[in-house]
Protein backbone atom coordinates (compact mmCIF):
# COMPACT_ATOMS: atom_id res chain seq x y z
CA UNK A 1 0.00 0.00 0.00
CA UNK A 2 1.39 3.40 -1.34
CA UNK A 3 1.20 6.25 1.62
CA UNK A 4 1.32 9.38 0.74
CA UNK A 5 1.77 12.27 3.52
CA UNK A 6 1.79 15.56 1.89
CA UNK A 7 2.74 18.77 3.93
CA UNK A 8 0.20 21.46 4.57
CA UNK A 9 2.14 24.14 2.29
CA UNK A 10 4.00 22.65 -1.02
CA UNK A 11 7.78 23.38 -1.64
CA UNK A 12 10.56 23.01 -3.79
CA UNK A 13 12.01 19.96 -3.55
CA UNK A 14 15.51 20.92 -4.94
CA UNK A 15 18.00 20.78 -2.19
CA UNK A 16 15.71 18.28 0.16
CA UNK A 17 16.04 14.41 0.49
CA UNK A 18 12.90 14.09 -0.87
CA UNK A 19 10.90 12.46 1.80
CA UNK A 20 7.99 14.36 2.66
CA UNK A 21 8.61 17.09 0.35
CA UNK A 22 6.38 18.15 -2.53
CA UNK A 23 7.01 19.19 -5.79
CA UNK A 24 5.93 22.82 -6.40
CA UNK A 25 4.67 21.87 -10.04
CA UNK A 26 1.59 20.23 -8.50
CA UNK A 27 0.76 22.93 -6.45
CA UNK A 28 -1.47 25.46 -7.00
CA UNK A 29 -1.42 28.36 -4.20
CA UNK A 30 0.15 26.50 -1.86
CA UNK A 31 -1.83 23.19 -2.00
CA UNK A 32 -1.04 20.10 -3.12
CA UNK A 33 -3.48 19.24 -6.19
CA UNK A 34 -2.79 15.61 -7.10
CA UNK A 35 -0.13 12.98 -7.86
CA UNK A 36 -0.10 14.07 -11.29
CA UNK A 37 -2.06 17.67 -12.64
CA UNK A 38 -2.88 18.43 -16.30
CA UNK A 39 -5.17 21.81 -17.41
CA UNK A 40 -4.87 25.33 -16.73
CA UNK A 41 -6.47 26.73 -13.47
CA UNK A 42 -7.70 30.63 -12.41
CA UNK A 43 -6.05 31.69 -15.49
CA UNK A 44 -2.87 31.81 -13.70
CA UNK A 45 -1.01 28.37 -13.92
CA UNK A 46 -1.08 25.92 -17.11
CA UNK A 47 -0.02 22.25 -15.75
CA UNK A 48 1.34 19.60 -17.99
CA UNK A 49 2.01 15.52 -17.59
CA UNK A 50 4.21 14.31 -20.55
CA UNK A 51 6.84 11.78 -21.14
CA UNK A 52 9.92 12.55 -21.93
CA UNK A 53 10.82 12.28 -25.57
CA UNK A 54 14.59 12.53 -25.52
CA UNK A 55 14.50 16.26 -26.81
CA UNK A 56 15.78 19.32 -24.82
CA UNK A 57 17.29 16.91 -22.07
CA UNK A 58 14.18 14.82 -21.16
CA UNK A 59 14.95 11.41 -21.59
CA UNK A 60 13.05 8.97 -23.16
CA UNK A 61 10.35 7.54 -21.22
CA UNK A 62 11.01 9.24 -17.96
CA UNK A 63 7.41 11.34 -17.04
CA UNK A 64 7.73 15.10 -16.47
CA UNK A 65 5.02 17.25 -14.57
CA UNK A 66 5.16 21.06 -15.79
CA UNK A 67 3.84 24.16 -14.45
CA UNK A 68 3.84 27.39 -16.67
CA UNK A 69 2.52 30.79 -16.00
CA UNK A 70 -0.73 31.43 -18.30
CA UNK A 71 -0.33 33.91 -20.75
CA UNK A 72 -2.85 34.95 -23.22
CA UNK A 73 -0.72 36.19 -26.69
CA UNK A 74 -1.82 39.99 -27.89
CA UNK A 75 -3.20 38.37 -30.89
CA UNK A 76 -2.38 35.47 -33.01
CA UNK A 77 -2.72 36.91 -36.38
CA UNK A 78 1.29 37.32 -37.03
CA UNK A 79 3.63 37.02 -39.20
CA UNK A 80 5.31 33.84 -38.65
CA UNK A 81 1.72 31.82 -38.63
CA UNK A 82 0.49 33.75 -41.77
CA UNK A 83 1.64 30.71 -44.00
CA UNK A 84 0.45 27.44 -41.52
CA UNK A 85 -2.96 29.30 -41.57
CA UNK A 86 -2.77 30.02 -45.74
CA UNK A 87 -1.50 26.10 -46.27
CA UNK A 88 -4.63 25.06 -44.08
CA UNK A 89 -6.66 27.13 -45.80
CA UNK A 90 -6.02 25.91 -48.95
CA UNK A 91 -5.93 22.48 -47.61
CA UNK A 92 -9.38 22.59 -46.30
CA UNK A 93 -10.42 23.90 -49.83
CA UNK A 94 -8.97 21.47 -51.48
CA UNK A 95 -10.60 18.34 -49.51
CA UNK A 96 -14.41 20.33 -50.23
CA UNK A 97 -14.14 21.32 -53.64
CA UNK A 98 -10.86 19.90 -55.87
CA UNK A 99 -10.18 16.36 -54.47
CA UNK A 100 -12.42 13.49 -56.29
CA UNK A 101 -14.52 11.12 -54.46
CA UNK A 102 -12.06 8.64 -54.98
CA UNK A 103 -8.93 10.38 -54.05
CA UNK A 104 -11.06 11.28 -50.94
CA UNK A 105 -11.66 7.41 -50.59
CA UNK A 106 -7.50 6.83 -51.08
CA UNK A 107 -6.81 8.99 -48.24
CA UNK A 108 -9.24 7.28 -45.97
CA UNK A 109 -8.15 4.25 -46.61
CA UNK A 110 -4.30 5.17 -46.31
CA UNK A 111 -6.01 6.53 -42.83
CA UNK A 112 -7.40 3.50 -41.55
CA UNK A 113 -3.80 1.80 -42.00
CA UNK A 114 -2.37 3.93 -40.06
CA UNK A 115 -5.20 4.06 -37.39
CA UNK A 116 -6.72 6.43 -34.69
CA UNK A 117 -7.41 9.16 -37.84
CA UNK A 118 -9.49 10.28 -40.71
CA UNK A 119 -8.85 10.85 -44.57
CA UNK A 120 -9.17 14.19 -43.88
CA UNK A 121 -6.79 14.73 -41.23
CA UNK A 122 -4.05 12.64 -43.09
CA UNK A 123 -4.28 14.31 -46.32
CA UNK A 124 -4.36 18.20 -44.52
CA UNK A 125 -1.28 16.67 -42.76
CA UNK A 126 0.06 16.11 -45.59
CA UNK A 127 -0.52 19.20 -47.25
CA UNK A 128 0.55 21.67 -45.09
CA UNK A 129 3.85 19.33 -44.62
CA UNK A 130 4.91 19.85 -48.09
CA UNK A 131 3.48 23.67 -48.83
CA UNK A 132 5.27 25.41 -46.23
Known sequence: MLKLMLPIKCRHIKGTMGKHAINDKI?????????????????????????????????????????FEYKVPSSIRNSQGEPARNAMRAAEYNWKFILSTEEKKEWNEKANK???????????????????
Open 27 to 67: CFDGIPLGIIVQKQLAKRYIYRYRSGNGYYGAKVGKKYQEK
Open 114 to 132: KGGTTGHAEYVGYYIKNNL
